[in-house]
């Protein structure tokens, strides 16, 4: 599944893809995808890809949170879940720092 959002992310020009293993570190899930896209019509439509190209490969319950024309859209593909922000606000919320390397050192 992991390839398959890459892949789709990819796809659609998505700048900067990071992939975090949140395993035995968050209960909401397993993996984390960071992307950052140019403008809202294009992470509005990587969304909608995304949630094609899951349901393709048989994920037919995926949660898409801001899609509507937001800085940050979140999807939610139950093991993985998706951020797509514009620039400035993956900047602001720093979810790479959060969750990165720096959390196994915190502990």
Known sequence: MQAAIV????????????????????MFCDRMVIATGLADRQISAMAQHLKEKLAEIGLKRVQIEGAGGSD???????????HLFKADARETYALEKMWGSDLDEAG
Do not use: M, P, R, Y
């Open 72 to 82: 940050w859209v979140l999807i939610d593909a139950g093991d993985i879940v998706v």
């Open 7 to 26: 892949t789709s992310l990819d796809d659609d020009k998505a700048e900067n893809i990071v992939t975090l293993d949140l395993a035995g570190k968050a």
